[in-house]
DNA sequence: GTATATTCGTTACTGATTTCACAATATCAT
DNA sequence: ATGATATTGTGAAATCAGTAACGAATATAC
């Protein structure tokens, strides 16, 4: 019923209205809000109506009530743990950026299929075999998997996920990864992002 | 004339093309492409004729031609240089993914504000002091940079590269980025890409 | 207490992107 | 040659996302 793009707004959102509060501000406007965001004013009523969340002509709308508006409609009350599978170059930055920082969203294991990282703990995450990965997954309970693993295994490992009850990937891999509807991919394509960074460069 | 999406969509086909022509393969249609890539046939279609290039009925797309028609569109055919500001986690990250790897697209000079980086070689990348930045980057003639920084520097270090001549940035500090329209910049945001999943990994 | 100025909420619009649908075209078997 | 078949190229239609515009609502100034 709301799709994508609107999702990842409202996230942003929250961020700058979370830095706002902790400078004390205490309500802004949606042309504030947008210029902040890098988005009209227009889309940022619209985004904030569409979470039900009524904001006050000329007072703007309220920080503190509107980050709480973002939070319900975006989190899960009782929180949502994340697997982080492939602990190489980029599986260790991430372990390390997200690790402690979210309360409603953590990385609570790593899987990888080097012995070299079983039982170590890393980054604050414990690692484990890929081999226990369906175990694990179903006991913690984990719907989304971050895939940092190289591109040629990548489905088969999205497959496994899956199979263990997995409903959300965010894939670094770049390859498309092909999944039942039911379940939601996230691509982060970095060699797709640099040539058309490369491509406007160059053109603009 | 051609917007950003399509771009990205090309740069995805490329690659895909790419890892068929090492596969042997030298025709391919449209279907098989858009199913590889995970979008319709006739956006393939479409997109392909966008850069003017026309395949052969019954036959497919030729794929030697194609990717050939594809890199004549993106690249530069001098090549072009990329500086890497923040070799922190995600900056080391990104040095050794894409050290060598694009002949057209290179990472020649990465920056850091911390000295005990400053001379090495990291991951086959020369570091250098932040204060060498207008400098290197007019010298190398850089018009891409990846902002690996600290989200609190983003904006100041953007401003910095856009000052030296860059026209392109891809940024991965969890902050919008406020340039003048003739920069282009993509953003890479993991915060928010994550939430998304955990959105639709709970409501899908 | 009234006028004024500012902002929100929402509907209608606009423009871009994607998909559809089919004529045109190449290939192959006969 | 020719008919059967599968695919491309592309105008037209449909869908989607984003923008503009304006009535309703609230605060402020005088
Ligand atoms: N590093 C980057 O900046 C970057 C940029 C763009 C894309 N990527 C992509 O992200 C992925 C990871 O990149 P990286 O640089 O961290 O690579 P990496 O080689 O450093 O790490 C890959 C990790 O995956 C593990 N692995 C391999 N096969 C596995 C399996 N079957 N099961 C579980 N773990 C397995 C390896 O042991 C290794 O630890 C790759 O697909 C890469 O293309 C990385
Ligand atoms: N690591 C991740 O997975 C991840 C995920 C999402 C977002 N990010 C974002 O990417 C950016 C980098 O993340 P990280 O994990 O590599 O952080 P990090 O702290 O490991 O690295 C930051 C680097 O930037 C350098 N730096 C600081 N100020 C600088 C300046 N003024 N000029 C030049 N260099 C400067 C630091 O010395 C350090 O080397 C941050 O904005 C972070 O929010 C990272």
Do not use: W
């Not at 990842?8 to 504030?32: A, C, F, I, P, T």
């Not at 939070?71 to 950026?97: K, T």
């Not at 971050?146 to 899956?162: F, G, K, M, R, S």
């Not at 999944?179 to 058309?196: A, C, F, H, W």
């Amino acid at each position: 019923m709301i799709s994508g793009k609107p999702i990842g707004r409202l996230s942003l959102y929250r961020r700058l209205l979370n830095g706002l509060m902790h400078e004390g501000v205490q309500s802004v406007y949606s042309h504030d809000l947008a210029a902040r965001a890098g988005v009209t004013a227009a889309q940022v009523r619209r985004d904030i109506m569409n979470i039900g969340y009524s904001g006050n002509p000329n007072r703007g709308y309220d920080v503190r009530m509107l980050v709480e508006s973002i939070s319900n409609f975006l989190d899960d009350p009782d929180g949502q743990n994340v697997a982080l599978v492939g602990v190489g170059n980029l599986g260790r930055a991430i372990l390390a950026f997200f690790s402690g920082r979210r309360p409603k969203l953590s990385i609570v294991a790593a899987f990888d299929s080097d012995p070299e990282k079983f039982g170590r703990v890393i980054r604050g995450c414990r690692c484990y075999s890929i081999d226990q990965a369906p175990e694990v997954i179903r006991e913690l309970n984990i719907k989304i998997a971050t895939l940092c693993v190289p591109a040629n295994v990548a489905q088969e490992i999205a497959d496994l996920c899956i199979r263990a009850g997995v409903k959300g990937i965010l894939n670094f891999a770049p390859v498309p990864l092909h999944v039942s509807g039911s379940v939601y991919v996230e691509d982060i394509d970095m060699t797709m992002s640099i040539e058309k960074v490369a491509y406007f460069a160059r053109t603009n």
